[in-house]
């Protein structure tokens, strides 16, 4: 059974930052992509960044690059999201992904709150 159960969310002001963590279990992920994605009250889920288990490889949605990293610690089985220089449109609902053999997202985390005030 895979598990993903997010943590580190929480209340930040504007330009302040945050580091969610996403705690992996279940299974080895080797194959698998990983990623967060976020959503708002009365919109739609949105993808914010993704990483490749095996190489590392990111890749960010526009609206974040440049302020979030994402990273994985294959050791602790964790996948990491640095949030710098939020902003009040940041805040969501963050939740952990995992893409079987790139196959399309399968398996979701229960999600943890970001608040950014102005």
């Known amino acids: 059974q895979v598990q993903l159960v997010e943590s580190g969310g929480g209340l930040v002001q504007a330009g302040g930052s945050l580091r969610l963590s996403c705690a992996a279990s279940g299974r080895t992920f080797n194959g698998y992509r990983m990623g967060w994605f976020r959503q708002a009250p009365g919109k739609e889920r949105e993808f914010v960044a993704g990483?490749?288990?095996?190489?590392?490889?990111?890749n960010y949605a526009d609206s974040v690059k440049g302020r979030f990293t994402v990273s994985r610690d294959n050791a602790k089985n964790t996948v990491d999201l640095q949030m710098n220089s939020l902003k009040p449109e940041d805040t969501a609902v963050y939740y952990c992904a995992a893409d079987p053999n790139y196959q399309g997202y399968k398996y979701w985390g229960q999600g943890t709150q970001v608040t950014v005030s102005s």
């Open positions: 990483i490749t288990w095996t190489s590392g490889w990111p």
